[in-house]
């Protein structure tokens, strides 16, 4: 596995390191100890698994709040996403910044997503698969969101939105909240 940092302290993309042969490769896609040392939470309590079947859906922004925080490690098993986080730890030198990371079946990368960011994502192609590991387990009553369209934040989607819940249209505008956050 290979690990690189991303501009926003504590996130991290990892690329797989695939053991090729006659058969095809194998690679390991979570590792214990090789995240305890870059010290990544290495503890999984859930799998989750989306299925969006129009380009350009989009879902998100959601997070738990404290202390229901949870790492997300997230991988777009079939066709491609934009991913993208925002820190919303009030300490953090990249806090309410954001950045942007496109996953694919192809390029097979996975990003880490600490405690106290926001996730979202939108779909670059039909019939989009993606899978994640959650280290809390859902807590309903600790679930935010912020408005993916926020100008806040600032994020340039790729596409058009063609599909969003009703829920993640309703987020309300972090300039109407009281901090903190998170
Ligand atoms: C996240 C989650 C949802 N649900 C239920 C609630 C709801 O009835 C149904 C669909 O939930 P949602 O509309 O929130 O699904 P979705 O919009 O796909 O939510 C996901 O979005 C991405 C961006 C994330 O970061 C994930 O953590 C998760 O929040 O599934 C669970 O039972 N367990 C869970 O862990």
């Known amino acids: 596995m290979i690990f690189h940092r991303t501009k926003l302290d504590d996130a991290w993309t990892i690329e797989l390191e695939p053991y090729g042969d006659q058969r095809g490769f194998f690679a390991r896609t979570m590792c214990r100890s090789e995240f ?23 879902r998100g922004f959601h997070y738990q709040v404290r202390p229901h925080g949870e790492a997300k490690l997230v ?34 990368y996975q990003l880490y997503v600490p405690p106290g960011f926001a996730h979202a994502f939108q779909t670059l192609s039909d019939d989009v698969e993606v899978c994640y590991l959650v280290s809390t387990p859902y807590h309903p009553q600790a679930e935010r969101g912020l408005r993916y369209s926020d100008v806040r934040l600032g994020v340039e989607w790729p596409l058009p939105v063609t599909v969003l819940s009703e829920k993640d249209s309703a987020w309300p505008l972090i300039d109407d909240r009281r901090a903190p956050l998170y």
Do not use: M, W
């Not at 040392?37 to 350009?56: A, D, H, M, P, W």
């Not at 300490?91 to 996953?103: I, V």
């Open 36 to 58: 305890a040392k870059r010290g990544l939470i290495s503890e999984y309590v859930q799998q989750n698994t989306s299925f969006s079947v129009r380009r350009g859906t989009l």
């Open 75 to 108: 991988r777009c098993i079939r066709g491609a996403i934009l991913d993208v986080i925002v820190d919303l730890r009030e300490a953090s030198p990249s806090y309410l910044q954001h950045q942007a990371f496109e996953l694919t079946d192809a390029n097979r």
